[in-house]
T-cell receptor, first 115, second 109 residues
Framework: SAVISQKPSRDICQRGTSLTIQCQVD?????MFWYRQQPGQSLTLIAT?????????ESGFVIDKFPISRPNLTFSTLTVSNMSPEDSSIYLC????????????FGPGTRLTVT | EDQVTQSPEALRLQEGESSSLNCSYT??????LFWYRQDPGKGPEFLFT???AGEEKEKERLKATLTKKESFLHITAPKPEDSATYLC??????????FGTGTRLQVTL
C-alpha cells in the first residue's frame, strides 16, 4: 500500500476563483489519479496524472477547467478553475501500486464548498 | 460501458446480526473487482480484490465472494465499528475503475 496526503483537507471558496489541491505519496508510483465525489454520489474519475506528460482526461472533464500537474513520481496537483457551486465536491487522489494489480489506494480527500 | 449497481442503498443491523451486501456488475473483460470501506469525511479504504468467479477473500468479520455477474460482501456478527459506506468497483479492459454508489451500513447496539 501507500501513504497518501492531501492539502488542503477542506476549503470554502467564492465562485469565479480557483483552488489548487496537492497530493503527496510516501513512495514513487507510476499511476496517479484524480476523482470527484459529489454529495450522495459515487466516485467519478476526472483524469490520470501522467509524469512528464499531459494528463489524460475522462469524458466530461477538460484541461482548462481541471489543470493537472505531475512533476515527479510522488506528487501531483489538481486545480479547480473558475469555480461555481456545482464544483462543490470531495476531490480525491489515488495511486496504483504493485505490478500486475489494479488496486488503487486513496488519499483522505479535499472537501470543497463553493459559495 | 462498465456499470456497477449496489444494493441495498442503506442497511441497518443490530450488533451480531449477519447480512450480505450485493454488487452487480457488467464489465468488458473483468480484470478485478474491488471492495472499499469509506468512513464519513475520509477517503475509501481498500479491503479486497477479487479476480475470477469462485474466488473468496476474508478479513476479520468480512468475506467477499465473486460470481460472473455479482459479488457479495458478507458481514458476520457485525459490530458498531463496522458502520460505514461500503463501495464496490470494477476494472476491465478500459483500465478505468468504475464505482457503484455504495451501501451505507449502520450497526447498532
Amino acid at each position: 500500500s501507500a501513504v497518501i496526503s492531501q492539502k488542503p483537507s477542506r476549503d470554502i471558496c467564492q465562485r469565479g476563483t480557483s483552488l489548487t489541491i496537492q497530493c503527496q505519496v510516501d513512495s514513487q508510483v507510476t499511476m496517479m489519479f484524480w476523482y470527484r465525489q459529489q454529495p450522495g454520489q459515487s466516485l467519478t474519475l476526472i483524469a490520470t496524472a501522467n509524469q512528464g506528460s499531459e494528463a489524460t482526461y475522462e469524458s466530461g472533464f477538460v484541461i482548462d477547467k481541471f489543470p493537472i500537474s505531475r512533476p515527479n513520481l510522488t506528487f501531483s496537483t489538481l486545480t479547480v478553475s473558475n469555480m461555481s457551486p456545482e464544483d462543490s465536491s470531495i476531490y480525491l487522489c489515488s495511486v496504483a501500486v504493485g505490478q500486475g494489480t489494479y488496486e488503487q489506494y486513496f488519499g483522505p480527500g479535499t472537501r470543497l464548498t463553493v459559495t | 460501458e462498465d456499470q456497477v449497481t449496489q444494493s441495498p442503498e442503506a442497511l441497518r443491523l443490530q450488533e451480531g446480526e449477519s447480512s450480505s451486501l450485493n454488487c452487480s456488475y457488467t464489465v468488458s473483460g473483468l480484470r478485478g473487482l474491488f471492495w472499499y470501506r469509506q468512513d464519513p469525511g475520509k477517503g475509501p479504504e481498500f479491503l479486497f480484490t477479487l479476480y475470477s468467479a469462485g474466488e473468496e477473500k476474508e478479513k476479520e468479520r468480512l468475506k467477499a465472494t465473486l460470481t460472473k455477474k455479482e459479488s457479495f460482501l458478507h458481514i458476520t456478527a457485525p459490530k458498531p465499528e463496522d458502520s460505514a459506506t461500503y463501495l464496490c468497483a470494477v476494472i476491465g479492459t478500459a483500465s478505468k475503475l468504475t464505482f457503484g454508489t455504495g451501501t451505507r451500513l449502520q450497526v447498532t447496539l
